[in-house]
């Protein structure tokens, strides 16, 4: 990896476990139904277009994205597939969605009208889904009004195709008990049937993150939208739980994430000592500390606890309080530490991990957000 020569901190992505992951999903769902893992907030922090890349390699069909400026970045790269744009495109920027070719998720009557203009302005249609609101409470359609959104749209333009519905479920994830999720289906069906009624037909139906689609292939409908299970994370605990115990054996996370650092300094403070801001560690014995050069600039949380990093296969404990730049971890226990050895933030060193989940733990926050959190600016090196 000589392209890491002048790095200090750096994130390896696996591609073979991305690959596997997506391959699970084809398996999970068949052949015929379209594939869109979700590669918003820079790919869960792996890396927006080397994992959009890597997931079309794997068999997606499509990618979904949050914002106007990610769908840019996918199409400047020479991505093809349709995007699908999931959250909020400012009225200004709707001409970039007609030019650029991506869908885009609609529910306001503003964003149909100024899609309207854009397309004669472009002289090009644009495919739209309807988002149907069954109680996330976001961004949506309220049911008794979807119809009259639909016949809206029918009027403005017909340049304007509805290609798809679709619904995001509120409380899968958080929970063994899923009564809430089967409202929300059974409303989704009820949208459905009353555009049919109504002479919509839709031909593209979703509303399966990641957690239904382990668990419910009911929620299948004609395309999935799996997010972090594509990069080798449960959902939460309690989808697994729910998994083992409802549908069994079979699926396999791969995770694909793996944070590094090399190390500053390597120097030894006496029993005593304290150790970084507001001294809030004070050495108990002669200790020897290595001085890492990230920090929570990086992506590295102030407020973990008890936290520690991989040096050498063995586990270095944080000392003192997590600074911008810089992090202190005790050594003294591993031997022939020095300048410039690496450092595992997250991921595996020989028989020791430490996974997106066990950060979390320490943040206390999800394993969602650990990756996310990682600094863009950081470089994402596909090993």
């Known amino acids: 990896m000589s392209e890491l020569i002048n790095e200090l901190t ?9 690959i596997k992951n997506i391959r699970q999903f084809r398996k999970l769902i068949g052949k015929e139904r379209i594939l869109c893992p979700c590669i918003k ?7 927006l277009v080397g994992v959009a890349k890597t997931y079309i390699e794997a068999g997606a069909n499509w990618l979904s ?33 007609v030019r650029l070719d991506c869908r885009i998720v609609v529910y306001n009557r503003e964003t149909i009208d100024a899609l309207g203009v854009a397309c004669d302005e472009l002289g090009k249609s644009v495919k739209v889904h309807l988002k149907a609101e069954t109680g996330n409470n976001r961004q949506g359609i309220d049911l008794e009004e979807i119809v009259h959104f639909a016949n809206y749209i029918s009027k403005i333009s017909d340049k304007i195709e509805i290609e798809g519905l679709a619904t995001h479920f509120a409380n899968i994830e958080d929970t063994t008990e899923h009564s809430y999720a089967e409202m929300q289906l059974e409303r989704f069906n009820r949208s459905i049937k009353m555009l049919e009624d109504a002479g919509h037909y839709i031909p593209i139906k979703h509303c399966a993150n ?9 929620t299948y409908f004609d395309m999935v939208r799996p997010g972090i299970a594509t990069y080798g994370m449960w959902p939460s605990p309690e989808t697994l739980l729910s998994y083992e115990r409802e549908v069994g054996d079979g699926f396999e996370m791969h995770p ?100 997106a989940e066990l950060f979390g733990s320490w943040a206390g926050t999800i394993n969602y957000e650990i990756p996310t959190r990682v600094n863009d600016r950081i470089p994402r090196i596909y090993i």
């Open 256 to 355: 694909a994430f793996t944070w590094k650092c090399k190390i500053a300094q390597v120097k030894t403070i006496p029993e005593g000592e304290s150790i970084g801001y507001g001294c809030t560690y004070k050495a108990t014995r002669d200790t020897r500390l290595a001085i890492l050069p990230i920090g929570y600039y990086d992506g590295y949380d102030r407020c973990i606890s008890g936290a520690h990093v991989l040096i050498r296969g063995k586990r270095a404990p944080v000392r003192g309080r997590v600074c911008m730049n810089i992090v202190m971890v005790d050594v003294t226990d591993i031997s022939d530490v020095v300048v410039e050895d690496e450092v595992v933030l997250i991921g595996k060193d020989g028989a020791e991990e430490i996974s």
């Open 41 to 47: 907030a820079n790919a869960y922090g792996h890396g």
């Open 210 to 218: 990641s957690a239904a689609t382990l668990l419910f292939p009911k």
């Open 10 to 18: 750096w994130v390896e992505v696996s591609k073979e476990a991305l």
């Open 65 to 97: 994205v949050n914002s106007l400026y990610e769908a840019e970045d996918l199409r400047e790269a020479g991505i093809t597939v349709p995007i699908y744009i999931l959250g909020y495109v400012p009225v200004s920027a709707l001409v970039d969605v």
